[in-house]
């Protein structure tokens, strides 16, 4: 069965703390999935592409050739295609790419790159993913509740400082509370409450 991968794109994935970065290799073998602060945040390294007049058929010609072999262990050029289409709906999409460094746009707006991908990518099937491991990890993020949660909650109070100190407020205000219920119920007997205990009941206090 083939695997269902349900994150739409690149801006989807940055709303869930999947941040994207350049490789340090330009070989398309090199794509890795690591894990940030606390598994809240992760960084996807993508070999980084420039896009010009010559990139689409470039690409094209490139496909058609892993094509006519059909048994090779990966097709790394249909694959990365393919990958890219994925993560790129419009213009926004390649914007948030170009601006981290893994896409340079020397073919003119940041639109005309969105649909030069979308046109390759369309009915584009790898016929075997060289990057499964990595949509695997993507997409397990990206069904975490956890780290929705988290996401949404720092896009909140990042907007509202305010509601960010408000909530931090109640929190210490809880830890506090917590604090005192767990002295009053849990605090050691003390030589003052004998004290107080035998004054109480021979001078009738």
């Not at 694959?79 to 790419?97: M, P, Q, R, W």
């Not at 409450?193 to 206090?205: A, E, Y």
Request: proline letters at 4%.
């Amino acid at each position: 069965m083939r695997p269902v991968y349900t994150f739409r794109n690149v801006l989807e994935l940055v709303d869930v703390g999947i941040h994207f970065k350049p490789s340090d290799s330009k070989s398309l073998a090199h794509i890795n999935f690591s894990k940030g602060w606390w598994g809240f945040s992760v960084k996807v390294e993508l070999p980084p592409i420039v896009v010009d007049d010559f990139t689409k058929p470039m690409l094209l010609n490139l496909i058609a050739y892993e094509m006519c072999y059909l048994n090779a262990y990966e097709a790394w050029v249909t694959s990365y295609t393919s990958l890219l289409d994925t993560l790129i709906d419009n213009g926004e999409d390649v914007k948030a790419l170009r601006k981290v460094g893994v896409l340079e746009n020397s073919l003119g707006s940041d639109e005309e790159v969105a649909k030069l991908f979308n046109e390759i990518g369309t009915n584009l099937v790898p016929y075997k993913s060289a990057y499964l491991n990595a949509k695997r990890e993507i997409q397990k993020h990206y069904e975490s509740w956890r780290n929705t949660l988290f996401s949404q909650l720092k896009k909140e109070y990042v907007k509202s400082p305010w509601a960010f100190f408000a909530l931090l407020g109640a929190f210490i205000a809880l830890l506090l509370s917590g604090v005192q219920t767990y002295f009053t119920v849990w605090s050691p007997k003390s030589t003052c409450d004998d004290l107080c205990m035998f004054l109480k009941s021979n001078h009738h206090l």
